[in-house]
């Protein structure tokens, strides 16, 4: 049974960091890219950062400079350090382990609010 459990989200204010994490269980997580993805009331869900089973790394334009995506294949844990945060950053943000488009794993989502 795979599972993804994230951990956290929380009430911030701007200009303010959080750090993001995910523990996969039932996957072979240093096979697996991993990636965070956020949803804001409204819209669409949308890529935050990815990283490839080698360590490599994109970004989506938001979050370029402000955020940082890392994993410990040892813990099998992905982590996105969000620094500079902004009142948009305010999303349910969700991890993501995919091998192929059949082995693609989403975890519950954690809230991250950036308020004054």
Do not use: H
């Not at 951990?7 to 750090?19: A, D």
């Not at 992905?78 to 794993?105: G, H, I, S, W």
């Amino acid at each position: 049974q795979v599972q993804l459990v994230e951990s956290g989200g929380g009430l911030v204010q701007p200009g303010g960091s959080l750090r993001l994490s995910c523990a996969a269980s039932g996957i072979t997580f240093n096979a697996y890219a991993m990636g965070w993805y956020r949803q804001a009331p409204g819209k669409q869900r949308e890529l935050v950062a990815t990283i490839g089973s080698t360590g490599s790394t994109n970004y989506a334009d938001s979050g370029k400079g402000r955020f940082t995506i890392s994993r410990d294949n040892a813990k099998n844990t992905v982590y996105l350090q969000m620094n500079t945060l902004k009142p948009e950053d305010t999303a349910v943000y969700y991890c993501n382990a995919r091998y192929n488009v059949n082995l693609n794993f989403w975890g519950q989502g954690t809230q991250v609010t950036v308020s004054s």
